[in-house]
């Protein structure tokens, strides 16, 4: 009933900045809670940001970003962003917007995926 279309991935060198955009549409779209998660190559599936569509709250970050990342989301737009700065080589990942009924740091908790951009970060 949720559908997930990442974008903006590419190419960036250290430093820079990127913005990801995530496209959501579904029937109950409102009900779920917004997440990012991010994998690199034979890393396991981590937590990034995570993003509820009702008003008045914060995103809730990973460690390893806060202060650097930011999570929002435009309504009338049904699009939740991921607007990265002072992007390090070790951000190079794959990163994914996910969708869940609760909040979660497990990517096993997640109800439905979208299929990923790709973010790499040259030094």
């Known amino acids: 009933q949720v559908q997930l279309v990442e974008s903006g991935g590419g190419l960036v060198q250290a430093g820079g900045s990127m913005r990801l955009s995530c496209v959501a549409s579904g029937r109950t779209l409102s009900t779920y809670i917004m997440h990012w998660f991010r994998q690199a190559p034979g890393e396991e599936r981590e937590f990034v940001a995570a993003?509820?569509?009702?008003?008045?709250?914060?995103?809730v970050y990973a460690d390893s970003v806060k202060g650097r990342f930011t999570i929002s989301r435009d309504n009338a737009k049904n699009t939740v962003y991921l607007q990265m700065d002072s992007l390090k080589p070790e951000d190079t990942a794959v990163y994914y917007c996910?969708?869940?009924?609760?909040?979660?740091?497990?990517?096993?908790?997640?109800?439905?995926w979208g299929k990923g951009t790709l973010v790499t970060v040259s030094s």
């Open positions: 993003i509820v569509w009702m008003s008045g709250f914060s995103g």
């Open positions: 996910a969708a869940a009924r609760s909040r979660s740091d497990s990517y096993l908790a997640m109800s439905y």
